[in-house]
C-alpha cells in the first residue's frame, strides 16, 4: 500500500488487516504486543505521577498540568513502538465489521484478546514498577493515591460519560497521526491531544489497568475506596464508554462519513 497517497480509510482498513493477520499468523505475537501497550502506559504513568507530585508539592495544582503532559508521552510510545491499545483496536475492529474486512465475532474475538492481554501487561507492569526504589514507602498523599482515589469516587454516570470523551481523544491523536507525514508533527499532536483527558481525568480503561495496578502494589493495597466493587464499577463502565467514544462516534462515525458518493472524504 502507498501509505503516503492513501485515502484515510484506506490507512485505517490497512492497519486493521495487519491486526487480523497477525493474530491468524502468530498470535503470540500479538499478546505480546498488547501487554507492551501496558509496559509503556505503565512507564508513562509512573513518570508523571511522581513528577505532578513533586511539582504540586513546590506549587499546589501546578502538578496536574506537568502529569497530564508527561503521561502524554505514553502514546508516543505505543504508537512508535507498535503495540497493540484496546481503545484503538475498538475503532479498528468497528471499522472493519463495517468495511465488511472482518465478521463480528472475529472481530469481538481480536477486541477481547488485546484488552485482556492489556490488563495483564498492566498488572504485570506495576506490581514490578512498585519494585523500584521510586516508589518504595510512598506517603499516603502521594499524587499517585489521591488521583486513583478519585476516579473510584465518582457516580457510574460519570465514568461512563468521561470514558466516551477519553477515547474520542485518543482515537482522534491516532487518526492525526495517519494523516500527518512529520514524525515531529506527529509527536506534538498526540501530546496536546492526549494532554486533553489526561488533564481533565477523563476515564480510559486502558490506562486505569496501569495507574489502578501501580497504585495498588505501591500502596500494599491499602488504597483509600479501592474496593473490588469500586474497580470492577470503574473499569466495567469506562470500557463501555471507550467503546462508545472510540468504536461508534470515531470508528463507525467515520467509516460511514467516508461510504459516500460525494468528492468530500477524508
Not at 502468530?26 to 505480546?32: D, K
Not at 510510545?77 to 468495511?99: C, D, F, K, P, R
Not at 489521591?146 to 461512563?160: D, R
Not at 464499577?233 to 467514544?245: H, I, K, M, P, R
Request: with cysteine.
Amino acid at each position: 500500500m502507498d501509505a503516503e497517497n492513501s485515502t484515510l480509510m484506506q490507512k485505517i482498513d490497512y492497519s486493521t488487516r495487519k491486526k487480523i493477520d497477525l493474530v491468524h499468523n502468530s498470535v503470540v505475537r500479538y499478546i505480546f504486543r498488547a501487554m507492551l501497550a501496558c509496559l509503556f502506559l505503565t512507564l508513562g504513568t509512573a513518570v508523571a505521577v511522581m513528577i505532578g507530585d513533586k511539582v504540586d508539592h513546590f506549587a499546589h495544582g501546578l502538578g496536574k498540568i506537568v502529569y497530564a503532559f508527561m503521561f502524554s508521552w505514553s502514546l508516543v510510545m505505543i504508537i512508535y513502538m507498535n503495540a497493540e491499545l484496546g481503545t484503538s483496536n475498538m475503532m479498528y475492529m468497528t471499522t472493519g465489521v463495517y468495511q465488511k474486512i472482518i465478521k463480528p465475532g472475529k472481530a469481538l474475538g481480536i477486541l477481547f484478546l488485546c484488552i485482556f492481554c492489556n490488563l495483564i501487561g498492566g498488572i504485570l507492569a506495576g506490581y514490578l514498577m512498585s519494585l523500584t526504589s521510586a516508589f518504595h514507602a510512598l506517603p499516603a498523599d502521594h499524587f499517585l493515591f489521591t488521583a486513583v482515589e478519585g476516579k473510584l469516587q465518582k457516580e457510574p454516570l460519570q465514568i461512563f460519560i468521561e470514558a466516551i470523551f477519553a477515547n474520542i481523544v485518543v482515537n482522534t491523536a491516532v487518526i492525526c497521526t495517519m494523516r500527518m507525514k512529520d514524525d515531529a508533527g506527529k509527536v506534538i499532536a498526540m501530546i496536546f491531544i492526549i494532554f486533553i483527558f489526561a488533564f481533565l481525568g477523563f476515564e480510559h480503561v486502558i490506562a486505569n489497568f496501569s495507574s489502578f495496578s501501580l497504585a495498588f502494589f505501591s500502596s500494599g493495597g491499602h488504597v483509600p475506596g479501592m474496593t473490588l466493587g469500586s474497580v470492577s464499577t470503574n473499569l466495567s463502565l469506562a470500557l463501555l464508554g471507550n467503546y462508545v467514544g472510540g468504536g461508534l462516534v470515531i470508528g463507525l462515525g467515520y467509516a460511514w462519513l467516508n461510504r459516500t458518493k460525494s468528492i468530500y472524504k477524508d
